[in-house]
């Protein structure tokens, strides 16, 4: 089923379409929450509470609109905003959690090789504020230009930048705090 048929079949309360557009986008939504949480208990409460909002304010998706930049929207707000319930940072506890959440994709380079304890560098990127986060896993780990990150987020490309050099200047001071070679910014 085409993803803009299966919209319209949801909206017109066909939950099959629905399940249809879960599939299609869990694996994405999942590996965001688990990036941004860096849990996976806390993964699957955000990714589920996402498609549930989603479900929900369906009616206000621009079908001319990708769905995926909008869904993704949802589900970085749900993380953000179950992170504040909580009243913390990712926990660093959870190891396989933290190795998935900040495993570089193949355009992170840079971040790669800021530090040579890459174990550093992720515990250094969980300890992020959720936006700054938030912007290094969408540029570094995902590929994403501004562009995408702010049609993803809905903040203008200035923010984005502004949020990318605050979390590269933050990654820099916790790196050097913790005695971390640093070979280059990212």
């Known amino acids: 089923m085409e993803e803009r048929e299966a919209v319209r079949r949801c909206?017109?309360?066909?939950?099959?379409?629905?399940?249809?557009?879960?599939?299609?986008?869990?694996?994405?939504?999942?590996?965001?929450?688990?990036?941004?949480?860096?849990?996976?208990?806390?993964?699957?409460?955000?990714?589920?509470?996402?498609?549930?909002?989603?479900?929900?304010?369906?009616?206000?998706?621009?079908?001319?609109?990708?769905?995926?930049?909008?869904?993704?929207?949802?589900?970085?707000?749900?993380?953000i905003a179950l992170l504040r319930r909580r009243g913390r940072q990712p926990e660093s506890g959870d190891e396989s959690a933290l190795e998935r959440a900040a495993a570089p994709g193949p355009d992170a380079p840079a971040l790669v090789e800021l530090a040579e304890d890459r174990e550093a560098v992720r515990r250094a990127v969980t300890a992020l504020p959720p936006p700054y986060r938030t912007a290094v896993i969408q540029y570094y780990f995902e590929g994403l230009s501004y562009q995408q990150m702010a049609e993803r987020s809905g903040l203008p490309t200035g923010t984005i930048a502004t949020h990318l050099h605050r979390a590269k200047q933050m990654l820099r001071r916790i790196l050097s705090e913790r005695e971390v070679t640093v070979h280059h910014a990212p």
């Open 11 to 79: 909206r017109a309360g066909d939950r099959e379409a629905f399940a249809h557009l879960v599939r299609e986008h869990q694996a994405a939504v999942l590996a965001l929450c688990l990036r941004m949480t860096g849990s996976g208990e806390d993964a699957a409460d955000a990714a589920q509470q996402a498609f549930l909002q989603a479900y929900r304010r369906l009616e206000t998706y621009d079908p001319a609109q990708p769905f995926r930049p909008w869904l993704m929207k949802i589900a970085a707000n749900e993380c």
